[in-house]
């Protein structure tokens, strides 16, 4: 079973229309995270959500929305994309119960914009 | 500004080498250090260090936590392609109740047959 899975892979779109990444996790984790990863290799965090709250947005641009229909969902919408945008988007989720406290990402999205 | 920062950028080895990645960090409410491995896709979880000076093994990996110097070293031995990766450093920062996720610029190690 996949822990953290998002969708799609690969989403090639041109500059100016809208899209969404979904990210689904089965961990019972209650914090969910948006990360964007350069050609560099370097991830960034964009949000963090906390039972479907609201709880980093590290200044990314308001083209940018997520949304939390419940804890094990946590979706991204980019309106008028930019060629800036193309990277890889990845959902990571953990749990901060004391037990552990390693995040559990997804395979990522793709995202090129052309 | 929390900061992580990780040496060296790049790294080419050969079969049966020993490497050692450094992970260095700057934050504020500290909570755990972490290092993940990264091939094709997403990252994975290898250790997690909170403790100063106690070293978490796994096969030919290890790594340690130096609190007071604020660095964490990761030791790959015997070194095979298959460890052929980016490895990345993060510090997870208690923020508002919950957790966030400061990574490094990661290491790219190359290992040569």
């Known amino acids: 079973d996949t822990a953290v899975s998002q969708t799609p892979k690969y989403l090639v779109t041109q500059m100016g229309n809208d899209k969404s990444i979904k990210c689904e996790q089965n961990?019972?984790?209650?914090?969910m995270y948006w990360y964007k990863q350069d050609s560099k290799k370097f991830l960034k965090i964009m949000f963090s959500?906390?039972?479907?709250?609201?709880?980093i947005n590290e200044t990314v641009p308001n083209r940018f929305s997520p949304k939390s229909p419940d804890k094990a969902h946590l979706n991204l919408h980019i309106n008028s994309l930019e060629l800036g945008d193309s990277a890889v988007y990845f959902c990571?989720?953990?749990?901060?119960?004391?037990?552990?406290?390693?995040?559990?990402f997804g395979q990522g999205t793709r995202l090129t914009v052309v | 500004e929390d900061k992580v920062v990780q040496s060296p950028l790049s790294l080419v080895v050969h079969e049966g080498d020993t490497v050692t990645l450094n992970c260095s960090y700057e934050?504020?409410?500290?909570?755990?250090l972490l290092w993940y491995k990264q091939e094709k896709k997403a990252p994975t979880f290898l250790f997690m260090l909170?403790?100063?000076?106690i070293e978490k093994k796994s096969g030919r990996l290890s790594s340690i936590l130096d609190k007071k110097e604020l660095f964490s070293i990761l030791n790959i031995t015997a070194t095979q392609t298959g460890d052929s990766a980016v490895y990345l450093c993060?510090?997870?920062?208690?923020?508002?109740?919950?957790?966030?996720?400061?990574f490094g610029t990661g290491t790219r190690l190359k290992v040569l047959a």
């Open positions: 990571a989720s953990s749990q901060e119960d004391g037990t552990a406290d390693e995040a559990f």
């Open positions: 959500y906390n039972n479907k709250e609201l709880i």
């Open positions: 909170t403790s100063s000076g």
């Open positions: 934050v504020t409410n500290f909570r755990s």
């Open positions: 993060a510090v997870a920062l208690e923020t508002s109740g919950t957790y966030k996720y400061i």
């Open positions: 961990l019972g984790h209650d914090t």
